[in-house]
Structure formats: structure tokens, C-alpha cells
């Protein structure tokens, strides 16, 4: 319909450029249609005011506009309008057909034909025939690359991977000596590596498509969204753990045609199942986030299977289950505590910690003004001289505990040192409630106040030895810190029945960025009791208590609490602080692509950036994989090494990384490892619904169209405005078109018919 009314097809009017063709000036063409029309309005004013039949306003003005209408498109076509744009010479262009070959383009959708021959069919049903009669056609295979062949009939959906931007690239250069008029790509725009995805219009192959001005038409094959389908969109879990640990993990996932049913999730650590969870799916299309919980367990590489099970009728059951991978240490954590008073909270939290394999408790008691007990030293020199005045003898601990003790206690330099094991060092602080401690300890005016989560209260007598319970907050509910049971309702209704606490401190308000997992009821108010936050490359918290060694004391033999809590906030306290080493990489799961970055951080003893240093990676993996490698120094940032290596084969990997001094005599700063995987196969699972946003967005790009299977009928003529290859600038004349004709005839005649009914002839 278009066609006929304009005369050419929408592609002439949408890349072409309007002109007109007389030799008249062009200024004189608005002076004119003013004028004319200026004159009309007086000429029918005048008419009105010496008429006897009078006429409202507003329909004089609809004949005023319906007649300078007909006059600015006489004046128009006089000027000899037309387009100028560009086409493709004739037999003298290649059109390069591109089919998606990879395994996502197998998939049966509702009418159970293969997207793949869906695809074939529609170019074999006049597209392809259509597109040789004007022009050479070469066929290709886009999957992990793009590779030529001879028929659609040879393409089959076998390919893991889709690179769409790269094997395009990759074929606008391989063509660059070569007349390619236009690319025509038929896919389900399943993309699952980084490019052109979204709105990135800044990538490699869209600044090589747009510097040829090679246009790319797109064809979408698949259902737009699946029907019925559960799948797990992503796991956000810590790249290691603590041996024996509970760990916290985020399950996102997406369904539709399941709203309202209920789910299980499980997590599988091989044939052993660590947790299962009923959830509720939520409706269709959105992401929801399920938080679990479970111990870890020993030690070692582990890979973990996240699934959820299939429910009936599903399209796909491959998309329920993704995998991650996660190293779990059973090396041992040493916290520094430091006590002011003896104390029976100082004698629990010990006892707590001599059930823990993978935490060493240091402490220092004051037992009096001028003496010190030590306890779990490592040597006799240990804190034989007080606390800590030097950097390599702070740092070497990768928690601290700071009691019921004053803040003038530390001298300014310890001060200073405390604040720079959290901020530059990466450890934690966990400051207690007591006579001594918070704003009763002055440590609202010291040096350290900054590292604490709150805003201290004005005074010295913010300490009470009165009874209070404890309960939960939201915040809470969703903490490891304060998980006792896996059930979030029962975890809730445990922590309301703990036995009262007899002494609490008010700790303030919370700073920004603070947050309050446990709270105290006075029975006048409620107070924050367990606050956490980070700082710098570390952590800090106050538990504004000391009065929890009545957990373990009044409640049931055998009960748990207590202990488990004090294990859980000490392995939270040390499980980010770092060692000199750190190393880690970008993407800890690499699907279909074995290309990966290692990078590694490297400090001395005192956590200064170690500039100069010999960092080396050891990596052993699936099929006898095992691989010596060195890290480079990089060129902006002091202390940071980094490489790239491949995986080849797919499996699971542990990369450890150890760093030296350099010199005649090396000796070793650090080391540290991590796990990471590479799955085969798996990336072409998941989103298998057309992507129709970015076949929209690639062919916008780019100049191109996006085409529903439906409208490849005028597709062979289309194609043909483009600017690339070897093409023409023709001249199309507008003043012959239908619409124009319309438009002369169908303005008079309504005007007339307006007149008649309004009696004005």
C-alpha cells in the first residue's frame, strides 16, 4: 500500500535526500506560498464582511486552510520535488547472506519447526532467488566464527557459542576488497558474549560496519518469550570461604507460566545436597532474588550445582541448573583480643572460639593496671612488649577485638595503626560493650571515631546493667552473621527467646552506609546492638554488650547459640581481610570462551604496594592442565600484576598465585589462589528467546531493517538503497506520485462538499 501511494518503497524515502530540481531559487518558493496564502486569507475576509450570508469564523478557517493547501503543493510541485538517494548497481554487488548456525537456533518453537529451518525455508521461498536476480549472493555460517559455504541446506545449529559482533567484524574485513552491498542476518539474536548487545553502539564491528556504511538486515526467528520456562539467571556467591563456614549466596531467577506455583532450590556440593528451599514463583518476567544458606563444609575446590527442579510442562529444563565454583580454606585466621577487664563475656567468647579450627584467638587481659595476661601466643615473644607498635606486627592478624577497654589506652601511634589495618590494610575491628568501651571509653574523641558504624552519644554513663531482649531486624534476617536456623521465621522466634542480656550500651545512630542487624528493648526503647559497616579496604562492627555469655549460661545443655553466633561474627570479622597477596579474575566462569585476565595485588609486610616483584601463577586443571605462568607488572596502578591466559579444555581450575621479592636472595611475600571453570555448551541454554531489542538495535545501527519472517516478500528490492559496494545516486521524481494526484482531487471535492453542506457555494 505504501508503494502505491508513494510510488517507491519506504527505504527511498527513509535514506534518500529530498531536493528540488528547478532552476528557480529556492528562498523564492516560502515567499511566495506566504504570500499567496496571506492574499487568500484578505480575499475571504473581504468576501465575508460584503457578504450577505454570514459564515463562523472557524469554518471560514477550514476553507482558508483546505484552499492554501492546494495552493503551497502547487507552488511545491513547481519546484520539481524529488529524492536523491543511493542504489546498488545491478549484478555488479554482493549481498552477503549471514544464518545463525549456533545450538540455540535448534530449538523447536510452537509450530515444532527448527529456527535453523525456519531460516532456510523463508530464504528459499523467493528471498534468495529474489536477491540473485539483481545481485551476487554469497552465503554464510555464523557460529563461533563465520565460515562460507555453497546452500542454506549445508548450515546446521550445532555451533556452543553465538558471536554476532565478532563474526560480523570479522566478515566486513575479510570482504573489504569486495563490492558487499548489504549483509542480511537471519537469527535469534541469542548473543551470549560481549559486543553489540543493548545500547554499546560504540563496539569494534559497529565502527567497521559504519565506516563502509554497510548496512546489516536482520530477520528474527524464535518465540520473543517463552511460554512456560523457569531459569536461573545468575548466583552471586564469595569467590572462597572458610572451612566448616555458613555461607550466603543469591539465587536470581525468572519464569513465566508458573506465577503463584511454588519451586524447590537446591544446592548440590556433588551427589551431597547442602540445602533445599521451597520458594514462590513471582510473576511472569521479573527477577527474583532467593537468599540460601548452608555450611560449606571441609575444605577444598568445590563446585556447586544451583538447580531449580523442573516443573511440569516447562519448554526447557536445561536452563534450571547453573554451577559455581568455590575455594574453601581451612587455614587458620588469627584475631587479636584485647580485653580491659576480666570479665565473663571475655571467658565465653574464648570457649566459643576453641570449638573453631579455622579461627586463633590471641587475647591480652588486663588484669591489672600494669599487667598483662597472654593467651594462645604463638611464641613467648608474642605481646611480650604490650600491644602492637609496628605495622608488620599488627597487620599480621586478620582480626581484632577491642573490649572493655579506654580509647587513651592506645598511645597515638597504635591509634593510627588501628585505623590503617582497616583502611589500608583491608582487616576488622570488633569493638564490645563495657564500662571502658565506646563513649564511656572516650573513643568518641579519638582518633579512631571514625571507624566506628555509629554516631556516639554525648557522655560517660551510656553503660547499663539493667535487662534487655534482643531481636532480629530485617536487615538481620537476611545476615550469616546472625543466621541460627536455616528457616528465616523459625531463625526470627529463636532470637526473640534468648535469655535476656543484664548489661547493654547505647551506641548512638547509625552512620550512612551502617547497618543494624540486632537491637536491644530496654523496655523503654529500643536500642542498635549489633551494627556493621565497611571502611576502606575493611570492616568494622560494635556489639554493644557484654552480657552475652548468658546465652550459653542460661539456656538449654547443648544449645548452640551462643557459640554458633560468636563463630559466625568472628568468621564474618576476618573473612574479607585479605593477605599481601590477593588474586582474583574478572569472570570466575568462563562459558564457551577460555580467554581470562588473572590479576593480582601484591603488599610487603607493612601492606605498602610492593612495585617491584617476581609474581608468578600456577594453574592445574582438567586433561593434565598444568601451567607456570608470570604476571606483569601494570602500567597505571603500583602493587597490581596482571596476564591473560586461556583454558582450553572445559573442567574446573585452582590457580595459586605467589609473589617474591625481587633480587639475589627472593623471599616470599604471599600467596594466595582461586578457583574458576569453563563450561562448553551451556551459554547457548539460557536466554533462548529471540532477542528482538538487539536485532532491532543492530540493524538501526547500522542502516539496516528488522524483518519479521512475514515481510520478506519486498525484501530483494529493499535491500537494494544502500550506500556500500558499488552503488549509484539516482534522481526520483515526486511531483508524479498517486498521492500527490489524491491529494488534488480529494482537497477540492472536500472543500466543495464543506460548502455545500454549510450553504456558502
Known amino acids: 500500500m505504501f508503494q502505491f501511494l508513494f510510488k517507491y518503497p519506504s527505504p527511498v524515502f527513509m535514506k534518500g535526500r529530498f531536493v528540488l530540481l528547478s532552476a528557480w531559487p529556492i528562498w523564492l518558493l516560502p515567499v511566495l506560498i506566504v504570500a499567496a496564502v496571506a492574499s487568500l486569507a484578505l480575499l475571504i475576509r473581504w468576501r465575508l464582511n460584503n457578504s450577505a450570508t454570514k459564515m463562523p469564523s472557524a469554518r471560514a478557517g477550514v476553507i482558508w486552510s483546505m484552499q492554501s493547501s492546494i495552493i503551497a503543493l502547487i507552488l511545491l510541485l513547481l519546484w520539481q520535488p524529488a529524492i536523491i538517494v543511493g542504489e546498488l548497481s545491478s549484478k555488479q554487488n554482493i549481498i552477503a547472506v549471514v544464518v545463525d548456525g549456533s545450538r540455540s537456533m535448534g530449538i523447536a518453537d510452537s509450530d515444532g519447526k527448527t529456527r535453523e529451518a525456519a531460516a532456510v525455508a523463508a530464504l528459499n521461498n523467493g528471498v534468495l532467488a529474489g536477491l540473485k536476480n539483481r545481485f551476487q549472493v554469497r552465503v554464510y555460517r555464523l557460529g563461533s566464527e563465520v565460515k562460507r559455504v555453497d546452500t542454506p541446506e549445508e548450515i546446521a545449529p550445532v555451533d556452543a557459542a553465538t558471536h554476532i559482533d565478532k563474526g560480523l567484524e570479522q566478515l566486513s574485513r575479510d570482504?573489504?576488497?569486495?563490492?558487499?552491498?548489504?549483509?542480511?542476518?537471519?537469527?535469534?539474536?541469542?548473543?551470549?558474549?560481549?559486543?553489540?548487545?543493548?545500547?554499546?553502539?560504540?563496539?569494534?564491528?559497529?565502527?567497521?560496519?559504519?565506516?563502509?556504511?554497510?548496512?546489516?538486515?536482520?530477520?528474527?526467528?524464535?518465540?520473543?518469550?517463552?511460554?512456560?520456562?523457569?531459569?536461573?539467571?545468575?548466583?552471586?556467591?564469595?569467590?572462597?570461604?572458610?572451612?566448616?563456614?555458613?555461607?550466603?549466596?543469591?539465587?536470581?531467577?525468572?519464569?513465566?507460566?508458573?506465577?503463584?506455583?511454588?519451586?524447590?532450590?537446591?544446592?548440590?556440593?556433588?551427589?551431597?545436597?547442602?540445602?533445599?528451599?521451597?520458594?514462590?514463583?513471582?510473576?511472569?518476567?521479573?527477577?527474583q532474588s532467593e537468599p540460601l544458606f548452608f555450611p560449606i563444609g571441609k575444605a577444598g575446590a568445590k563446585n556447586l550445582r544451583f538447580s531449580v527442579e523442573p516443573l511440569n510442562g516447562e519448554e526447557s529444563i536445561v536452563n534450571n541448573t547453573v554451577t559455581r565454583s568455590i575455594l574453601v580454606s581451612d587455614a587458620k585466621r588469627r584475631i587479636l583480643y584485647i580485653e580491659g577487664e576480666p570479665r565473663w563475656e571475655y571467658k565465653f567468647i574464648r570457649r566459643a572460639e576453641e570449638n573453631d579450627p579455622t579461627v586463633e584467638l590471641v587475647s591480652m587481659l588486663r588484669t591489672s593496671e600494669n599487667k598483662v595476661y597472654r593467651q594462645g601466643i604463638g611464641n613467648p615473644n608474642e605481646l611480650a612488649a604490650g600491644f602492637p607498635v609496628r605495622a608488620e606486627d599488627l597487620f599480621s592478624y586478620s582480626g581484632i577485638i577491642i573490649g572493655s577497654v579506654a580509647a587513651d589506652y592506645f598511645t597515638p601511634l597504635q591509634q593510627e595503626l588501628l585505623h590503617e589495618y582497616v583502611d589500608r590494610r583491608g582487616g576488622g575491628i570488633l569493638f564490645l560493650g563495657g564500662s571502658s568501651s565506646l563513649s564511656d571509653g572516650g573513643w568518641g574523641t579519638s582518633r579512631l571515631n571514625e571507624l566506628l558504624p555509629t554516631f556516639l552519644p554525648s557522655g560517660n554513663h551510656n553503660f547499663r546493667r539493667n535487662p534487655a531482649t534482643v531481636e532480629l531486624t530485617a536487615a538481620g534476617l537476611d545476615s550469616p552473621i546472625t543466621r541460627l536456623l536455616d528457616d528465616p521465621d523459625k531463625n526470627a522466634a529463636r532470637w526473640k527467646k534468648l535469655t535476656y542480656l543484664a548489661d547493654y550500651e547505647d551506641p548512638g545512630s547509625l552512620k550512612p552506609g551502617a547497618t543494624e542487624l540486632i537491637n536491644v528493648n530496654t523496655g523503654h526503647r529500643k536500642l542498635p546492638l549489633l551494627i556493621t559497616q565497611s571502611y576502606g579496604y575493611g570492616r568494622t562492627a560494635i556489639m554493644a554488650t557484654g552480657g552475652t555469655w548468658r546465652w550459653q549460661m542460661s539456656e538449654a545443655l547443648g544449645d548452640p547459640s551462643h557459640d554458633l553466633f560468636w563463630q559466625q561474627l568472628l568468621r564474618w570479622l576476618v573473612g574479607e581481610s585479605l593477605g599481601p597477596v590477593a588474586a582474583s579474575t574478572p569472570t570466575r566462569l568462563l562459558m564457551d570462551e577460555g580467554g581470562m585476565q588473572l590479576i593480582a595485588r601484591v603488599r610487603d609486610t607493612a601492606f605498602q604496594a610492593a612495585a617491584d616483584a617476581h609474581v608468578t601463577a600456577h594453574i592445574i586443571g582438567p586433561a593434565a592442565t598444568d601451567a607456570l605462568i608470570q604476571l606483569r607488572p601494570s602500567q597505571d596502578t603500583p602493587g597490581l600484576y596482571e596476564t591473560d591466559w586461556r583454558a582450553e579444555k572445559p573442567g574446573a581450575y585452582i590457580a595459586e598465585v605467589v609473589a617474591e621479592t625481587a633480587g639475589g636472595q627472593p623471599q616470599t611475600l604471599g600467596r594466595d589462589a582461586f578457583t574458576f571453570q569453563r563450561e562448553d555448551g551451556i551459554a547457548e541454554n539460557f536466554h533462548t528467546e529471540q532477542n528482538r531489542r538487539f536485532l532491532e538495535h543492530l540493524a538501526a545501527q547500522t542502516g539496516g531493517r528488522y524483518w519479521k519472517p512475514s515481510e520478506l516478500k519486498s525484501l530483494p528490492a529493499d535491500i537494494s538503497y544502500s550506500e556500500a559496494g558499488i552503488s549509484v545516486r539516482t534522481t526520483k521524481e515526486l511531483w508524479n506520485m498517486p498521492i500527490v494526484f489524491m491529494v488534488l482531487l480529494g482537497l477540492p471535492a472536500a472543500e466543495w462538499m464543506l460548502r455545500r453542506k454549510w450553504g456558502v457555494i
Open 175 to 287: 570482504t573489504q576488497d569486495l563490492p558487499v552491498g548489504a549483509i542480511l542476518l537471519l537469527s535469534d539474536g541469542s548473543q551470549n558474549t560481549v559486543g553489540m548487545g543493548g545500547d554499546e553502539a560504540g563496539s569494534a564491528a559497529l565502527r567497521v560496519l559504519r565506516e563502509r556504511r554497510l548496512p546489516v538486515h536482520t530477520v528474527g526467528f524464535g518465540n520473543t518469550q517463552h511460554r512456560r520456562d523457569v531459569e536461573i539467571e545468575d548466583v552471586s556467591m564469595a569467590a572462597s570461604a572458610i572451612a566448616n563456614a555458613r555461607i550466603s549466596t543469591t539465587v536470581t531467577l525468572t519464569q513465566r507460566g508458573y506465577s503463584g506455583r511454588a519451586a524447590v532450590l537446591t544446592v548440590h556440593d556433588g551427589e551431597r545436597a547442602l540445602t533445599q528451599r521451597e520458594i514462590t514463583l513471582t510473576a511472569d518476567g521479573n527477577l
